[in-house]
C-alpha cells in the first residue's frame, strides 16, 4: 500500500511539472535549424501557434505562452527567422521580415513545418488557432490566405496588407483582428481595406481598434505599451479561443 502511495504521489508530482514548465524546442524545416518554444498544461489541450514579432522569438512570445498555458492551451511559439537569429537592430529586423516578405512560400513552409514538429511532440495540431504579433499577425494573415485548415487566425496590431495576387477565398476559418486606433504604421486606410476584402469573400472575421492605442500597444514595458488596450485585446482573444477550440476540446 505504502509503495502504490509513493507511486501515485510521484506520478502526480511529474504531471504537475510537466504542466507548469515549457522548453526551447529545437527543430528542422527544409534542412535549416530553428529554435522555437512549446510548452503544454496536458494531452489533447488545444494548441496555439504563436508567431513573434521583428525580435524573433524572445521572452515576451514564451511569457505570452506560459500565459495561455495557464489557462489551458498548449502552445508552440514557431521561429521563423533561424536558430541564434534574433535581431536586435532596425536594419536586421527590416532584413529578416523583408526576406519573408519576398518570399511568401517560405513563409508558408516555415509555418507548416512548426505545426509538423509540434505534432511530432504529441500537441493536438487538429485543434489549432494561430495567432501572432506585428510581423506575426502579417504571417498569420498568410497563413489564412493560404487555405490552411485551422479553427482560427487572431492578430495583434499585425500587419494588414495583402500581396499582389492574393486574396482570402481559401480561408477556412475567423479572422479576428485587433489594431491600435493611433497606430503610425498601420493605418486605418489599411484596416478597411482589409475589411472589405474579406467582407468580399465571405469570410468570418471580427476587426477590433483600440482608441489611442499606438503600434506594439500589447509589448510589456514599451513606450507604447497601453495597458486597456492590452487587457481588453487580450480577454477577446480568450474568449475567441475558447469559442472556436470549444467542441473538439470537449469531446
Same mark, same amino acid.
Given at each position: 500500500?505504502?509503495?502504490?502511495?509513493?507511486?501515485?504521489?510521484?506520478?502526480?508530482?511529474?504531471?504537475?511539472?510537466?504542466?507548469?514548465?515549457?522548453?526551447?524546442?529545437?527543430?528542422?524545416?527544409?534542412?535549416?535549424?530553428?529554435?522555437?518554444?512549446?510548452?503544454?498544461?496536458?494531452?489533447?489541450?488545444?494548441?496555439?501557434?504563436?508567431?513573434?514579432?521583428?525580435?524573433?522569438?524572445?521572452?515576451?512570445?514564451?511569457?505570452?505562452?506560459?500565459?495561455?498555458?495557464?489557462?489551458?492551451?498548449?502552445?508552440?511559439?514557431?521561429?521563423?527567422?533561424?536558430?541564434?537569429?534574433?535581431?536586435?537592430?532596425?536594419?536586421?529586423?527590416?532584413?529578416?521580415?523583408?526576406?519573408?516578405?519576398?518570399?511568401?512560400?517560405?513563409?508558408?513552409?516555415?509555418?507548416?513545418?512548426?505545426?509538423?514538429?509540434?505534432?511530432?511532440?504529441?500537441?493536438?495540431?487538429?485543434?489549432?488557432?494561430?495567432?501572432?504579433?506585428?510581423?506575426?499577425?502579417?504571417?498569420?494573415?498568410?497563413?489564412?490566405?493560404?487555405?490552411?485548415?485551422? !479553427?482560427?487566425?487572431?492578430?495583434?496590431?499585425?500587419?494588414?496588407?495583402?500581396?499582389?495576387?492574393?486574396?482570402?477565398? !481559401?480561408?477556412?476559418?475567423?479572422?479576428?483582428?485587433?489594431?491600435?486606433?493611433?497606430?503610425?504604421?498601420?493605418?486605418?486606410?489599411?484596416?478597411?481595406?482589409?475589411?472589405?476584402?474579406?467582407?468580399?469573400?465571405?469570410?468570418?472575421?471580427?476587426?477590433?481598434?483600440?482608441?489611442?492605442?499606438?503600434?506594439?500597444?500589447?509589448?510589456?514595458?514599451?513606450?507604447?505599451?497601453?495597458?486597456?488596450?492590452?487587457?481588453?485585446?487580450?480577454?477577446?482573444?480568450?474568449?475567441?479561443?475558447?469559442?472556436?477550440?470549444?467542441?473538439?476540446?470537449?469531446?
Amino acid at each position: 500500500m505504502r509503495c502504490l502511495l509513493t507511486f501515485v504521489i510521484v506520478f502526480m508530482m511529474s504531471a504537475m511539472a510537466w504542466a507548469d514548465t515549457g522548453a526551447s524546442h529545437a527543430y528542422r524545416v527544409n534542412g535549416e535549424n530553428y529554435e522555437g518554444y512549446y510548452i503544454t498544461p496536458g494531452k489533447g489541450a488545444p494548441l496555439v501557434l504563436l508567431l513573434h514579432d521583428w525580435d524573433g522569438v524572445t521572452d515576451y512570445e514564451v511569457r505570452r505562452a506560459q500565459m495561455l498555458s495557464d489557462e489551458g492551451y498548449a502552445v508552440f511559439v514557431a521561429d521563423l527567422f533561424g536558430a541564434g537569429v534574433r535581431p536586435t537592430r532596425v536594419e536586421d529586423k527590416r532584413q529578416h521580415t523583408g526576406e519573408l516578405y519576398t518570399d511568401r512560400q517560405k513563409m508558408r513552409d516555415l509555418m507548416m513545418g512548426a505545426l509538423r514538429e509540434a505534432k511530432a511532440q504529441g500537441a493536438n495540431t487538429d485543434n489549432v488557432v494561430a495567432m501572432g504579433y506585428c510581423f506575426g499577425g502579417a504571417a498569420v494573415l498568410e497563413l489564412a490566405r493560404s487555405g490552411a485548415d485551422l !479553427k482560427g487566425f487572431a492578430l495583434f496590431h499585425g500587419g494588414l496588407a495583402t500581396p499582389s495576387g492574393q486574396d482570402y477565398t !481559401k480561408t477556412r476559418a475567423e479572422v479576428l483582428v485587433m489594431h491600435g486606433g493611433a497606430d503610425r504604421g498601420i493605418s486605418m486606410v489599411d484596416f478597411a481595406a482589409l475589411a472589405r476584402e474579406m467582407e468580399a469573400a465571405g469570410i468570418a472575421h471580427e476587426m477590433i481598434t483600440y482608441g489611442g492605442a499606438r503600434h506594439a500597444f500589447t509589448v510589456f514595458g514599451g513606450d507604447r505599451y497601453q495597458q486597456e488596450a492590452d487587457t481588453k485585446s487580450w480577454r477577446r482573444f480568450l474568449a475567441f479561443l475558447h469559442d472556436t477550440t470549444k467542441e473538439d476540446h470537449e469531446k
